[in-house]
């Protein structure tokens, strides 16, 4: 096939109403939106209601709409093992699982700021100083791309060593270092414009 050379799309027989679940999951394969649409009408409320039982807090909707999305990128690899709507909540699971991880991964990084080792205060002016700095820097931390953030707190909350870091984020231990270098200077220049 040459590239650049436009295709027409085969359509299956029937009106849209008449395919079947996995009809629709195949004509989404070959690029069929309206297909994608129709499979969306039949079961948007169904995974609505299932991500709203999951994903307490996090907006439903956003979930609904991801994992049609990722139905759509995901319909070529469908075969048929499970039923269409198993394997809409399938999908919906792992978007949930993925957002829960990282707000567990972002809480524990505001919570170990919290419990870092305190020096006394020799005044009360320090302890002030000393607070302020602390949530300036969660602030800052907060405001880290995911990669950024991910590479310190691995690194500098969790203290666990380079080669580790980047086997858990399935990078190269050079980039890991460049994404640290990246995230203290993010933290600096953020925590400097948070002081003015």
């Not at 080669?163 to 190269?172: N, V, Y």
Request: aromatic fraction near 6%; charge should be neutral.
């Amino acid at each position: 096939m040459s590239e650049g050379k436009l295709l027409p799309l085969r359509r299956v027989a029937g009106t849209i109403d008449e395919l079947s679940d996995r009809a629709l999951v195949s004509a989404i394969a070959d690029g069929d939106q309206a297909a994608l649409g129709a499979l969306y009408d039949r079961y948007h409320r169904d995974v609505h209601r299932f991500v709203a039982r999951l994903a307490r807090g996090a907006d439903a909707d956003d979930f609904v709409q991801m994992t049609f999305l990722e139905a759509h990128r995901s319909a070529p690899r469908f075969h048929g093992d499970a039923a269409v709507k198993t394997w809409l909540f399938g999908i919906a699971v792992n978007l949930v699982r993925g957002h829960v991880r990282g707000e567990v991964r972002k809480q524990r990084a505001v919570d170990s700021l919290e419990v870092m080792p305190k020096r006394p205060p020799t005044n009360p002016g320090d302890a002030i100083t000393r607070e302020q700095q602390r949530r300036w820097l969660a602030a800052a931390i907060e405001q880290l791309t995911p990669a950024l953030r991910e590479a310190y707190v691995l690194c500098v909350v969790e203290e666990m060593p380079g080669k580790d870091a980047a086997a858990a984020l399935g990078i190269r231990e050079a980039s890991l270092w460049r994404r640290l270098s990246d995230a203290r200077d993010a933290l600096r220049d953020a925590i400097e414009e948070m002081q003015r």
